[in-house]
């Protein structure tokens, strides 16, 4: 491997991960990376003509990864009777916490979004808490669909670091 390829691969690593980290610490298009990373790989790495299968591969899993991310959770939180104006007040309220306390403030910005929210609504914490906690779950589902997508896409990668 000569040391462009190298470099190319290391660099492609690194996207890989630092998209596997912002699954869990947002703020970056994690899927979008992580695919990123396999793609320059593909086109500089210097692979054999198998790189087209791991890029391929691992395509599918990110465009699955996310369409499956939006329409798991969100069919959920239909069925639940969570409206979209309690997300969007949760998703608000969690880019405000995530500057006021840095982390985890993101994510209690976003279940106090939600509670005040479905709070208005409802007009009864009694009945706002289970909506809340519907939001919270479906949220947590999407974050574990992109993380399964984007395991699988660095597994891919990797086995292709080996075969390709």
């Known amino acids: ?22 699954m869990v610490l947002p703020g970056l298009p994690a899927l979008p990376l992580c695919w990123g990373g396999v793609l320059i790989w593909a086109l500089f790495g210097g692979a054999g003509p198998g790189r087209w ?31 979209t104006r309690s997300l969007f007040a949760g998703a608000l309220l969690g880019i405000v916490g995530f500057f006021v306390i840095p982390v985890v403030g993101l994510i209690i910005g976003f279940v ?6 479905e709070l208005a609504r409802l007009g009864d914490a009694g009945r706002a808490w289970p909506s809340t906690k519907y939001a919270v779950k479906a949220a947590g589902l999407a974050v574990m669909i992109e993380l399964c997508a984007g395991l699988a896409i660095a597994a891919t990668w990797m086995a292709g670091l080996f075969l390709a």
């Open 112 to 117: 106090l979004g939600i509670f005040l929210s």
């Open 53 to 83: 299968l791991v890029l391929a591969v691992a395509t599918v899993l990110a465009l699955g990864g996310t369409a499956i991310k939006y329409m798991l959770p969100g069919r959920n939180l239909k069925r639940s009777g969570v409206p």
């Open 1 to 22: 491997m000569s040391d462009t390829a190298g470099l190319v691969t290391l660099l492609a690593g690194l996207a890989i991960v630092v998209g596997l980290l912002s």
